[in-house]
């Protein structure tokens, strides 16, 4: 099974991806809820992929992605974008995240996305 | 994702997380309109706010709650960016407040599970209007917005291209993409694709060119596919490999080239290349540290209030149970020593996890106080007053069943201070006063109470007023002269009772103050009040800390069996026959240390048989209670112990008021025992 990690402010999105990824047989090995907790789960559980949302208190998602880039240059990010951010969804695009889910999220889109970044 | 039965815990996490940002973004509001303006990071902050709630409304198919969301996003989204000078900070936080109301109206619909139909089209274009007049009022928009167009252009050329390839490639391409429908953002698709395709090779001509910043990008590649043309050495199947990778690829054409001119024709469309954007990396050490600092705080759950209630339940049932055991008759007159040992093990760990159980349930008052804020601001905004709301011990810490009871009459009390008690500002500089008023919201500790104090320096009650209407209601049951001030004070706290003639929109809707004693008797409060003629009125709530176990001393007085909380008892001692004194009316006092208290027959009071008559056989319990005590007589005193406050039963209530009774509880032997409330027997 493949390990991911959800990084999202909001318990709620947290909980929807969730749900959705363990139906669809993806190992959920943890949650963050902000850039800075995202990188210390990232070290503790060395995920296959990482599901990134932008808009974040304390450290966004963008600014994480930096980071655990320069931790982990074969690091799988998708970005969790909301309509309109395509400024910086494309930023993250440049440094580096494999691809970019649009929220409201639907299932069969972030099971495709995620499946089609791990086969690279 | 739609349904909403099978969504049952997300719904709950949706209710419960929106609600509390909804909380904070009130907060926020409020704070930034006191400081007169919205500092960055408060915009910031609303703009995630909404941002996230927006996301999560989408998800679970409430629109109008997202597009409303959407829409003060948008505009916090602007003011973060563009930081316009001219701003209308009142009318824009009553934009935002009324749109705090819609979300808050439709969860509540949401909650008691109706349809969230609401619609908050209205708001939303105001929400629109006023976004567009900030547009145009801010004057250094436009070169604002060039400069935006220029930042964002320096990003947008950005590759990371290894510039060791050399220009000669073989193969020349055509690939165009369609996307499937539905796969949103497909212009940061196409732009994905670019990007990937720049690792390869850096040959690389598509249209459309302007894929971000071009609204129009999406429809054409929606229309006509995203076309590229590029050089690479990779062979044919090597790329069409690369194309299939393609998240949400529908369609591929991938045609190579056997002359290079379709791509000179092409390349005569000039495209700017390549500019080298520097990856900026945070310090990676600095970072760690705030990790580190961030994890500390990690510890908090959430738990739901019923679980609480029901754990707090069964302590007062093990609370019953332990009393049950250690205090069996069945273990009269054995000797046990190490029975008594365990035994009060037993007794220090159920104390201390009853303390436990009490503190997890304590809430701090701070979110019940500042909801006033809005109360405040909203009702000096219609009533023309200017009043400043001052909130002092906001920590302190209640019972959250308490919190629950006392929020509404809280409420009502802040409300009548600003419609009744604080004049119009002309009224007071007229007076001397200062222009505008204050209320002050206080909340301190004593003793097992709390006390909450609503005090404003308004006009103040009078007493005229309130005489006239008692007696017009026919509210008064005592000669008018015979009356203090408390006692008059007191009347405006009866049902039906209300000096105002018209009714406002506030604090005269039918409902008198009564529901301020209401609510605070039901949870075994007092209602304390104090006025002084345009000075102001001072209202203070006393209310139990806890409610459910008390600290108690059981006495006894004939067969039946009475707790008395301890920590109103004084002191306790065998009356002399010689301090006993009778007053001319017959009444029975005692004297103690030169000091002469009222001596209450409790065997008189609640008609008891078979007791004690004689006061020097009995024994005297002094209580005490907001300064003034009484001497409480009965047969003997049987001992400490923790009991579980159980309220009356509702018949015997119903029946009559029984006074200075405050509830009853069950002693180990599992008889019944009837909790005394000393501030009654001492008011009776």
Known sequence: ?120 | MSSKNSNEPMLDIFIFETTQLIEQLEQSILTSEKSSCYTPAAINEIFRIMHTIKGSAAMMVFNNISTLAHSIEDLFFFLREKKPRHIDCSALSDLVLEGIDFIKVEMEKIKSGDNADGSASALINSIKDFLLTLKQGDTSTASLENTQKVDSKKYQYYISQDRSKTYAHRNAFKAVIHFEEGCEMENIRAYTVIHNLKEITDQVLYIPEDIIDDDDSIEVIRREGFQIYFKTDYSYENMHEFFMKIIFLKDLELIQSENDDEFREFSKIKQDVVDEYPIKAPKLQEQDKEIQSASAQQSIINVSVDKLDKLMDLVGEMVIAEAMVIQNPDLKGLELDSFHKAARQLSKITSEMQDMVMSIRMVSLSTTFHKMHRIVRDMCKKLNKEVRLEIIGEETEVDKTIMEHISDPLMHLVRNALDHGIELPEERLAKGKPQGGTITLEAKNAGSDVLIIVKDDGRGLNKEIILNKARENNLIHKDEADMTNKEIFNLIFLPGFSTKDRVSEFSGRGVGMDVVTKGVEAIGGSVLIDSNPNEGTTIMLKIPLTLTIIDGMNIRVGKSRYTIPTISIKESFKPKERDIIIDPDGNEMIMVRGQCYAILRLHKLYRIRNSIRNIPEGIIIMVEQDGEAICIFADELLGQQQVVVKALPEYIRRLKKIRGLAGCTLLGDGSISLILDSGGLINF
């Open chain 1, 1 to 120: 099974m493949k390990k991911v990690l959800i990084v999202d402010d909001a318990a709620f999105m947290r909980l929807a991806i969730k749900t959705i990824l363990e139906k669809n047989g993806f190992e959920v090995v943890g949650e963050a809820k902000n850039g800075i907790e995202c990188i210390k789960k990232y070290k503790e559980t060395k995920p296959d992929i990482v599901t990134m949302d932008i808009t974040m208190p304390e450290m966004s998602g963008t600014d994480a992605l930096k980071i655990i880039k320069e931790l982990d240059p074969s690091a799988k990010v998708v970005m969790v974008s909301a309509m309109g951010q395509d400024v910086m969804v494309k930023e993250a695009i440049m440094q580096g995240a494999k691809s970019f889910i649009v929220k409201p999220i639907k299932e069969d889109h972030i099971v495709q996305t995620l499946n089609k970044v791990l086969e690279t």
